[in-house]
């Protein structure tokens, strides 16, 4: 019997460590100035390390073209796109502030309009935030946001932020194809004179007047 409620009670200990508590777009907000801060487009929490495969692998809007690695706090930087990000973070702390900048270093550079995935680690679970079509540009060259952790650790704890990560890919541009508004109304006009010179009389030549 003892050994039955101890199994139990690790049992709702791995539970309240691995599920996620109030895990919202809300954790998570992203602003370039003077723009006003904004919450993440989609949201996804998930056991183990981030990596490539990991967010490639995730579905919804997060869907579609493959993902790049632009940058992690505890690692080195990578150039996408000929634009180079460096992220910062709070670490250890349940909550608090986070930081992108960004350098033209190569070809095409800026400005850039991309998707990017903000992820925060921490304990055994990271989450995946969404931020979509956001442009960057050389004035300014920063952005910066606030993070919240809201899953528990193994001890029904909120753990600290062990690393930040940040992955990008370019945005899915939707160009818009004006209608020819003005080649229709030449058309239309173009037809209605048309039917204008058919209803006229005929003209008499000079030669039947007289």
Same mark, same amino acid.
């Given at each position: 019997m003892l050994n039955g409620i101890r199994l139990l009670a690790a049992l709702c200990i791995y539970a309240a460590g691995t599920s996620a508590q109030a895990f919202s777009?809300?954790?998570?907000?992203?602003?370039?100035?003077?723009?006003?801060?904004?919450?993440?487009?989609?949201?996804?929490?998930?056991?183990?390390?981030?990596?490539?495969?990991?967010?490639?692998?995730?579905?919804?809007?997060?869907?579609?073209?493959?993902?790049?690695?632009?940058?992690?706090?505890?690692?080195?930087?990578?150039?996408?796109?000929?634009?180079?990000?460096?992220?910062?973070?709070?670490?250890?702390?349940?909550?608090?502030?986070?930081?992108?900048?960004?350098?033209?270093?190569?070809?095409?550079?800026?400005?850039?309009?991309?998707?990017?995935?903000?992820?925060?680690?921490?304990?055994?679970?990271? @989450?995946?935030?969404?931020?979509?079509?956001?442009?960057?540009?050389?004035?300014?060259?920063?952005?910066?946001?606030?993070?919240?952790?809201?899953?528990?650790?193994?001890?029904?704890?909120?753990? @600290?932020?062990?690393?930040?990560?940040?992955?990008?890919? @370019?945005?899915?541009?939707?160009?818009?194809?004006?209608?020819?508004?003005?080649?229709?109304?030449? @058309?239309?006009?173009?037809?209605?004179?048309?039917?204008?010179?058919?209803?006229?009389?005929?003209?008499?030549?000079?030669?039947?007047?007289?």
């Amino acid at each position: 019997m003892l050994n039955g409620i101890r199994l139990l009670a690790a049992l709702c200990i791995y539970a309240a460590g691995t599920s996620a508590q109030a895990f919202s777009i809300t954790d998570v907000t992203f602003q370039i100035p003077p723009d006003a801060p904004q919450f993440a487009d989609a949201a996804e929490l998930l056991p183990g390390n981030d990596n490539v495969a990991g967010v490639n692998s995730l579905g919804g809007d997060f869907a579609g073209d493959p993902w790049t690695l632009l940058d992690k706090t505890d690692d080195s930087s990578t150039e996408y796109m000929g634009v180079t990000f460096v992220l910062e973070a709070d670490a250890n702390a349940t909550s608090g502030n986070w930081s992108l900048s960004w350098s033209e270093t190569g070809a095409p550079g800026l400005p850039l309009t991309m998707d990017f995935v903000f992820v925060t680690k921490a304990a055994n679970d990271w @989450g995946a935030y969404l931020f979509e079509s956001i442009t960057f540009t050389t004035d300014p060259m920063t952005g910066n946001g606030t993070f919240e952790i809201t899953w528990t650790n193994n001890g029904g704890q909120i753990p @600290g932020l062990s690393h930040a990560s940040i992955y990008g890919r @370019g945005a899915e541009i939707v160009v818009e194809v004006p209608a020819p508004s003005s080649l229709l109304l030449l @058309g239309l006009g173009v037809f209605a004179l048309r039917r204008f010179m058919k209803r006229l009389p005929a003209r008499r030549s000079f030669a039947q007047t007289f």
